[in-house]
């Protein structure tokens, strides 16, 4: 019964043209298989769907999701996730965009028809039912630190009254974010809940020194990976069949070491520091006159169109070193399983502050790959030092410790595989989908409780 349902995942990864149908479809099967347990009961058993859900207490409760916009990228995709496992205990659920694109596009209209058929209701941001429906709902979850403008904009009066029930989600950690037309009525909602506690320290600190408000309580909830994604990431014959796929179009051999770095294109996320401390690694090698398989590097995420100055940067800095034929750039994808499938080490080179989570770092473990990166951000907790992989500082005072990161990952297969191992470990004892679902039921039930309490007096 696998099988079947393996090939599937298979065909969807090779067939699809644009990564929103990947997503679309995978996601929609999620939902579908939610719902048709008798159809696909084995492979339900299988995952453990037939433990009882921890949110099984919010069956008949009524919940209002505002994000402030509907695509493809992290923070909507997390809501939606939720607004899916919400659904699949029962509940009610309300999905209001705060900030509608000027033009529906082909994403945005499959998202909306996809959150259709998982029985989410979809309303305008705007207007009375917004109103009535957020000031009846038992919980109103945030998402991200703009959706604060919403408030305002739409429930005016009625403010107050919604406070107590609104439950914050947090991804963000720049410095735009601090503004207080934004959080200005974070202090007197019921709880904030933020993807690390590195991130949540950053915003006790900041709103506190910034902008002299105090946070609400604060949950730290860190992400976990999908089902879909362990599906790949645990059946050995796709990983198989992805690898030389996805080695075959780029031009690297079985025996090749592959790094890669899978990260929209940007400053923030290091490709340009990765790529120095590349090629500093193969200057090692050879001054050193080491021993190792021939290296690659891939940059998953480009886009020529968006990011020209960066982008033309890079393929400038690979043509000077004629690093041509070892650094392949790929397009932005959603469908990062075949890149992971393929690779030997995963880099997360993001910046400054780090990320405030990384969830292509859980992911990169699932497929049992060791990680370099920078120490900074979630990265601190999720990569155990020395164990699930290596960490180096941001920065520019980063490149040389990524770079002998780099050789001592190239020259020693062994520590290579334990690595990649101990990280699918941690994987499964914290960074799954489920261990997410009780956090965040945990949550849940704490906000209702206190909502409930705040009603009464
Ligand atoms: C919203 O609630 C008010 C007061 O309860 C009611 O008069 C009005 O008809 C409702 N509007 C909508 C669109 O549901
Ligand atoms: C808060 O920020 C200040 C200034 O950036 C810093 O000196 C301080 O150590 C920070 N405190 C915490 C608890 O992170
Ligand atoms: C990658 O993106 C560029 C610019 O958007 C486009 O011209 C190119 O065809 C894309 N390549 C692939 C393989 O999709």
Sequence with gaps: MAKPKNLLLLLLVFSVS???VFFVRTALDSCDSRRDDGLRQPVAKESGLERKSPLAFMRSKKVVLVSHELSLSGGPLLLMELAFLL??????????TSQKAAQMDEVTYSLEHKMFDCGVQVLPANGQEAVNTTVEADLVVLNTAVAGKWLDAVLKEHVPEVL????WWIHEMRGHYFKLEFVKHLPFVAGAMIDSHTTAEYWKNRTHERLGIQMPQTFVVHLGNSKELMEVADDSVARRVLREHIRESLGVRNEDILFAIINSVSRGKGQDLFLHSFYESLRLIKQQKLQVPSMHAVVVGSDMNAHTKLETELRDFVASKGLQDRVH???KTLAVAPYLAAIDVLVQNSQAR??????????AMAFQLPVLGTAAGGTTEIVVDGSTGLLHPAG???VPPLAKNIVKLATNGQQRLAMGRKGYERVKEQFMEHHMADRIAAVLKEVIEKSKGSSRS
């Design 164 to 167: 107590p029930k609104i439950l």
């Design 354 to 363: 780090g990320e405030c989570f990384g969830r292509i770092t859980i992911e």
């Design 329 to 331: 750039f790929v397009n």
């Design 87 to 96: 659904r699949s205990v029962g509940t009610q659920v309300v999905w209001i």
């Design 396 to 398: 520019k005072e980063g």
């Design 18 to 20: 644009t990564a929103a």
